[in-house]
């Protein structure tokens, strides 16, 4: 399968690295993580060691493929919609943080797009180096739901690259079941400095797992069947399962860049003014990191 990568950070790298040993994969990024690529490779360490070599590039203009799986921060989805649109893809995939990335993908592309989650755990370490620092799985499916041949077939090329996929058809309730656990772990760990097993116990528990289940009740404000207790056992399993990694937003507040508060705690204070639900934890975090990123990046 032709496979465009579009968004070669952390994720997009691993997903891409992986992909790269079955299929025939262009990574689009930026420099000197690109042009390492193209000169050495890609290497992968962590739970997989492997170097590959993929296509790789800076301009993601023009291009054409079986598939994009789109992994750029959410702030960015409407620039790479606009860029994707001048190519031509048979379907998109957005694995992706945060509420309504697919939505504006779909308003500029002329194919599918499908809803992603990865619960891989990945670290660009340096220039044509992702670590795997987690095993996980990745789940797919239409956005709004249901049984999707397109959906099977694109699970199929990602297990035929020793990636765990599944096509499910209750894609809705798994961004927003994604979004509680993010909502619950990425502010407190970025926030307190600390790695994920740190919110295991303690107060900062008590914090993360209360924006979880604020998130889990906007969620089925907005139609999506998620409880709290299944809200609650999940970012458990998180936390256990990554308890060694640094969150992705606590990676970007180290390296003083823009985070991704708005879609991901902003997105769940949004739709809880929508439907007059109070949440207050998820609105402290967002004032919280909001107030840092006015402090230390331009966001840019």
């Given at each position: 399968?032709?496979?465009?990568?579009?968004?070669?950070?952390?994720?997009?790298?691993?997903?891409?690295?992986?992909?790269?040993?079955?299929?025939?994969?262009?990574?689009?990024?930026?420099?000197?993580?690109?042009?390492?690529?193209?000169?050495e490779g890609l290497s992968i360490t962590g739970r997989f060691d492997r170097t590959?070599?993929?296509?790789?590039?800076?301009?993601?203009?023009?291009?054409?493929?079986?598939?994009?799986?789109?992994?750029?921060?959410?702030?960015?989805?409407?620039?790479?919609?606009?860029?994707?649109?001048?190519?031509?893809?048979?379907?998109?995939?957005?694995?992706?943080?945060?509420?309504?990335?697919?939505?504006?993908?779909?308003?500029?592309?002329?194919?599918?797009?499908?809803?992603?989650?990865?619960?891989?755990?990945?670290?660009?370490?340096?220039?044509?180096?992702?670590?795997?620092?987690?095993?996980?799985?990745?789940?797919?499916?239409?956005?709004?739901?249901?049984?999707?041949?397109?959906?099977?077939?694109?699970?199929?090329?990602?297990?035929?690259?020793?990636?765990?996929?599944?096509?499910?058809?209750?894609?809705?309730?798994?961004?927003?079941?994604?979004?509680?656990?993010?909502?619950?772990?990425?502010?407190?760990?970025?926030?307190?400095?600390?790695?994920?097993?740190?919110?295991?116990?303690?107060?900062?528990?008590?914090?993360?797992?209360?924006?979880?289940?604020?998130?889990?009740?906007?969620?089925?404000?907005?139609?999506?069947?998620?409880?709290?207790?299944?809200?609650?056992?999940?970012?458990?399993?998180?936390?256990?399962?990554?308890?060694?990694?640094?969150?992705?937003?606590?990676?970007?507040?180290?390296?003083?860049?823009?985070?991704?508060?708005?879609?991901?705690?902003?997105?769940?204070?949004?739709?809880?003014?929508?439907?007059?639900?109070?949440?207050?934890?998820?609105?402290?975090?967002?004032?919280?990191?909001?107030?840092?990123?006015?402090?230390?990046?331009?966001?840019?």
């Amino acid at each position: 399968m032709e496979i465009v990568v579009f968004g070669a950070g952390s994720l997009g790298s691993l997903l891409g690295g992986l992909l790269a040993s079955e299929h025939r994969v262009t990574l689009v990024g930026r420099d000197p993580h690109v042009s390492t690529i193209r000169s050495e490779g890609l290497s992968i360490t962590g739970r997989f060691d492997r170097t590959v070599a993929p296509e790789a590039t800076t301009d993601g203009a023009g291009l054409a493929a079986d598939l994009v799986v789109v992994t750029v921060k959410s702030f960015d989805t409407e620039d790479a919609a606009r860029t994707l649109a001048t190519g031509e893809f048979d379907v998109a995939l957005s694995v992706q943080n945060g509420i309504g990335n697919e939505e504006t993908l779909s308003k500029h592309l002329d194919c599918p797009v499908l809803a992603g989650t990865a619960t891989y755990g990945a670290r660009l370490d340096s220039p044509g180096h992702v670590d795997c620092t987690g095993h996980g799985e990745l789940t797919l499916g239409p956005r709004d739901g249901g049984v999707s041949s397109v959906a099977k077939d694109v699970a199929e090329a990602f297990t035929a690259a020793d990636i765990e996929a599944n096509a499910v058809p209750d894609m809705s309730r798994k961004l927003w079941e994604k979004l509680a656990v993010n909502a619950g772990i990425n502010p407190v760990t970025a926030l307190s400095r600390v790695r994920n097993g740190v919110l295991g116990e303690g107060s900062a528990s008590e914090i993360s797992r209360t924006a979880a289940v604020e998130t889990a009740h906007v969620a089925r404000a907005e139609g999506a069947d998620l409880s709290s207790h299944t809200v609650l056992s999940r970012i458990d399993a998180v936390i256990d399962a990554t308890a060694r990694n640094q969150s992705s937003m606590y990676q970007d507040v180290l390296a003083g860049r823009r985070t991704e508060i708005e879609a991901i705690n902003g997105a769940v204070l949004e739709r809880a003014e929508v439907h007059g639900i109070d949440v207050p934890v998820n609105r402290t975090l967002t004032a919280l990191i909001r107030a840092w990123e006015r402090e230390n990046t331009d966001k840019k």
